[in-house]
């Protein structure tokens, strides 16, 4: 059974880092690819970033050159390192994995950054 756990949220202030991490339950090779989306209240949930099992990544516009999605192979890791974070950075952050045509999702994390 597939489980993902994130970890790492938090309240940050504007300009500061934050790293979250998702732990996977099974292999993350046997994805297709791995993701960071968030959702900010009344809106709708956004990718963020993608990691495919050949490890291409790819950003939301205005998360390039901010994020940085990785993954550590022996210990079944996806993680996202968040800098020079912004108040519209706030938002619940959700791990994601897809294998086939399956969509597994994390619990989420919440990231909050005083306006």
């Known amino acids: 059974q597939v489980q993902l756990v994130e970890s790492g949220g938090g309240l940050v202030q504007p300009g500061g880092s934050l790293r979250l991490s998702c732990a996977s339950s099974?292999?993350?090779?046997?994805?297709?690819?791995m993701a960071w989306y968030r959702q900010a209240p009344g809106k709708q949930r956004d990718l963020v970033a993608t990691?495919?099992?050949?490890?291409?990544?790819s950003y939301l516009d205005s998360v390039e050159g901010r994020f940085t999605i990785y993954r550590d192979n022996a210990n079944q890791m996806v993680f996202l390192q968040m800098n020079e974070l912004k108040p519209e950075d706030t938002a619940v952050y959700y791990c994601?994995?897809?294998?086939?045509?399956?969509?597994?999702w994390g619990q989420g994390t919440q990231v909050t950054l005083p306006s």
């Open positions: 099974v292999n993350i090779f046997d994805f297709d690819s």
């Open positions: 994601n994995a897809k294998m086939f045509r399956n969509d597994y």
């Open positions: 990691i495919t099992v050949g490890g291409t990544t």
